[in-house]
């Protein structure tokens, strides 16, 4: 069974950065396309980016376009969302998902992911 555990969020200032780590256990991520959401408080889970299993990705906010990149390493078994020039809406928790289904990463992609971490928050505030 896969298990995803993200690592790497905290509060910073606006305008910072901080890079969000999805860590993989119980089988290998190079099967998967892996999704980065986020939940801010009162508001739905939304797809921030995506990266397929051939490690083409996908931006699902256009917010985070420019400013949001999403890496995988197959070797260490990791998928990263590094985030730039952080806005106080870009505050909530973060979520990685993992799946296998055929385009997992196309379009409202929240109901083909089949492995969910716990999350980790980000606050961005002065």
């Known amino acids: 069974q896969l298990q995803l555990v993200e690592s790497g969020g905290g509060l910073v200032q606006p305008g910072g950065s901080l890079r969000l780590s999805c860590a993989a256990s119980g089988s290998t991520l190079d099967s998967y396309a892996i999704g980065w959401f986020r939940q801010a408080p009162g508001k739905e889970r939304e797809g921030v980016s995506c990266i397929s299993r051939w490690g083409v990705y996908t931006n699902k906010a256009d917010s985070v376009k420019g400013r949001f990149t999403i890496s995988r390493d197959n070797a260490k078994n990791t998928v990263y969302l590094q985030m730039n020039s952080l806005k106080p809406e870009d505050t909530g928790v973060y979520y990685c998902?993992?799946?296998?289904?055929?385009?997992?990463?196309?379009?409202?992609?929240?109901?083909?992911?089949?492995?969910w971490g716990q999350g980790t928050q980000v606050t961005v505030s002065s």
């Open positions: 998902a993992a799946s296998v289904r055929p385009n997992a990463c196309v379009g409202d992609n929240r109901l083909l992911m089949q492995f």
